[in-house]
């Protein structure tokens, strides 16, 4: 009987370790992602590796200035951050989560891309936990926000 606690604790522990990988639901089956970084981002690294888990198919760019490329496709300052990806036309700022990535790409907005900018605790690629709700931003020549997560 003291054991009885045993197999439920296991049971959380598992559906935990099992969340991290995947806490959207939502997968990238299929998704072609260009990503731009900087040579020694260990986050962005974390990333990409949380791309290919979710079944994208992910093609690293490394660059030497990242700021360069930030200009090249006209990302607002305020809405930079340690990488940029190219998703179906779209460009797609920091360690946005796969959910938002997937209504990207089915809403089809007419924005020239989104961004989560920084790098907020929690969010895919990062370590700790969500702190706060995260703003995703759409941007052309304006800025709005596209989503809350």
């Known amino acids: 009987m003291a054991r009885s606690w ?40 974390e990333y990409v590796k949380h791309l290919h888990g979710l079944g994208a198919r992910v093609e690293v760019r490394t660059v030497n200035d990242l700021r360069i490329i930030m200009r090249e496709f006209r990302v607002p300052d305020s809405l930079q951050s340690c990488h940029l990806s190219i998703v179906e036309n779209y460009i797609v700022v920091g360690h946005m989560l796969a959910e938002v990535i997937k209504k990207l790409i089915n809403e089809k907005p007419s924005l020239r891309g989104i961004s989560l900018p920084g790098m907020p605790h929690g969010s895919p690629g990062m370590g700790g936990m969500k702190i706060e709700p995260f703003i995703i931003y759409g941007f052309n020549d304006t800025i709005i926000i596209y989503t809350t997560i």
């Open 6 to 45: 045993l197999l439920p604790l296991l049971a959380i522990i598992a559906l935990v370790s099992l969340s991290k990988f995947n806490v959207s639901g939502a997968d990238l089956n299929g998704v072609n992602i260009t990503l731009y970084m900087g040579s020694q981002c260990g986050c962005c690294e």
